[in-house]
């Protein structure tokens, strides 16, 4: 599973995300390209999460998730 933190340069929240998360891919989208992808998610801050991979890797860990939360 990847998982990948969507940000701009200079964001600190992305920056802070990132350096909590090593794991994780950093992507820096031209600003239009990031425009475009959160609006069209309807995101109103940054960062943008993603979680991609195989469908039974998504489920195993949106399970987990839930588990933890206690439902």
């Known amino acids: 599973m990847r998982t990948l933190i969507i940000g701009q340069p200079g964001c600190s929240q992305c920056k802070m995300l990132s350096m909590s998360c090593p794991d994780a891919e950093k992507l820096e989208p031209q600003p ?3 425009m475009a992808l959160a609006q069209m998610l309807g995101v109103k ?3 943008i999460v993603v979680c991609t991979g195989e469908l039974q890797e998504l489920m195993d860990k949106f399970k987990q998730t839930n588990e933890t939360k206690g439902n």
């Open 32 to 34: 239009a390209e990031l």
């Open 45 to 47: 801050s940054l960062p």
